[in-house]
C-alpha cells in the first residue's frame, strides 16, 4: 500500500475525522478499498492530481455519508451515500477550504 500512495494522513473536514490519502488515479480502487477495510476512520478521502486538477473519491462506512463532502467540494461532485466523488481546477482549488487540510501549514 505505501508504495501506492504517496502520502496519507489524518484531519479533521466538515467536522469529520478522515483519512486522506494522495495516490496516482490508477490505484484510487485498489486504496480506498485497503484503507476502508484497515482503518478506523468512517471518511477516506483519496485524491490524485493531474494537469486539469484534482480528482476526489471518497468512501464512508459505519453509517457515515460522503455525499455531503462531495458536495461541498464541488456543486457537481455527487454519488451516494457511500461512495461518491469531486472535482477542482488548479485555480479552483487555490481558494476552497479543502486546500487546507490538502496542503497543511505547519
Not at 24 to 41: E, L, Q
Not at 67 to 92: C, E, N, R, T, Y
Request: some cysteine.
Amino acid at each position: 500500500t505505501k508504495s501506492m500512495a504517496s502520502h496519507w494522513y489524518s484531519s479533521e473536514y466538515l467536522g469529520e475525522k478522515v483519512l486522506i490519502v494522495n495516490c496516482p488515479n490508477i490505484f484510487v480502487n485498489d486504496i480506498s478499498d485497503i484503507m476502508t477495510a484497515t482503518t478506523k476512520y468512517n471518511i477516506l478521502i483519496t485524491y490524485s492530481i493531474d494537469e486539469k486538477g484534482f480528482y476526489f473519491s471518497l468512501r464512508a462506512r459505519n453509517g457515515s455519508s460522503v455525499l455531503p463532502v462531495a458536495l461541498s467540494i464541488s456543486p457537481k461532485g455527487g454519488g451516494h451515500v457511500g461512495a461518491a466523488g469531486a472535482f477542482l481546477s488548479h485555480k479552483d482549488i487555490s481558494s476552497h477550504p479543502i486546500k487546507d487540510i490538502l496542503f497543511p501549514v505547519n
